[in-house]
């Protein structure tokens, strides 16, 4: 089943502790990106990827990492996380990005919890 | 920058009601846009897109029409079911540009 897969989906942390999301998809997708949710603002996006060793800053990449060392994997790190990063995290892929009309793929979230 | 305004809710239905949320957006050249909907506990899903202006994008009962002259992409369904019941975000997406515009999301309740 062609799918994007998160782990974990729920995440309550202490601030300062180090934590990686895990992000992969089975698509051969070039594209992969991160967006955060929030009540009221839609989502907005973090990082993205247009291939492998090639990322690049969202809209609100602040207190984020991420690396794309292979294809089907684009994990986001989180190195020291504040209680203003709890949200809902979605990874997406698609098999191109940036000509207009493509689809994304999402994952079923992680719900991240900073205390 | 380019942006997408979505009516606020929770817009809370009977079943068999006929559904409109208002989406309109601001953005520079020809856009393409989408409805995105997310069921409880699930990620986003993409529901329908049109990626010219006059197209019409539909699935699973839901339409929308691509307005350049007011701006707008309205979803529209003519009798909605209580598994409708999700929220719905509309979005663009702009050719050079690495990421989807999203608006606020409009969480729609059906009752029984």
């Known amino acids: 089943e062609a799918q994007v897969t998160q782990n974990p989906r729920y995440l309550i942390t202490v601030t300062g502790k180090k934590l990686t999301v895990t992000c992969s998809q089975n698509?051969?997708?070039?594209?992969m990106s991160w967006y955060r949710q929030d009540p009221g603002l839609g989502l907005r996006q973090i990082y993205y990827?247009?291939?492998?060793?090639?990322?690049d800053k969202g809209d609100v990449p602040e207190g984020y990492k991420v690396s794309r060392k292979e294809k089907r994997n684009f994990p986001l790190i989180l190195e020291s996380p504040s209680p203003n990063q709890t949200s809902l995290y979605f990874c997406?892929?698609?098999?191109?990005f940036g000509r207009g009309g493509e689809t994304q793929y999402f994952g079923p979230g992680t719900r991240l919890l900073v205390l | 920058g380019d942006s997408v305004t979505q009516m606020e809710g929770p817009v809370t239905l009977s079943e068999e009601a006929f559904l409109t949320i208002n989406c309109t957006y601001t953005?520079?050249?020809?856009?393409?846009l989408f409805w995105y909907v997310q069921y409880p506990g699930e990620g986003l899903q993409l529901l329908l897109k049109?990626?010219?202006?006059?197209d019409k994008g539909s699935n699973k009962g839901f339409e929308a029409t691509y307005r350049k002259e007011t701006t707008s992409f309205h979803l529209e369904k003519g009798s909605v079911q209580v598994s409708d019941s999700a929220v719905y975000f509309c979005?663009?997406?702009?050719?050079?540009?690495?990421?989807?515009?999203f608006g606020s999301g409009t969480r729609l309740q059906v009752q029984p």
């Open positions: 990827s247009m291939n492998v060793e090639v990322t």
């Open positions: 953005a520079t050249g020809y856009p393409s």
């Open positions: 049109a990626t010219k202006a006059d």
């Open positions: 698509m051969n997708h070039e594209y």
């Open positions: 979005a663009l997406s702009q050719a050079g540009r690495r990421a989807l515009t």
């Open positions: 997406a892929s698609s098999p191109r």
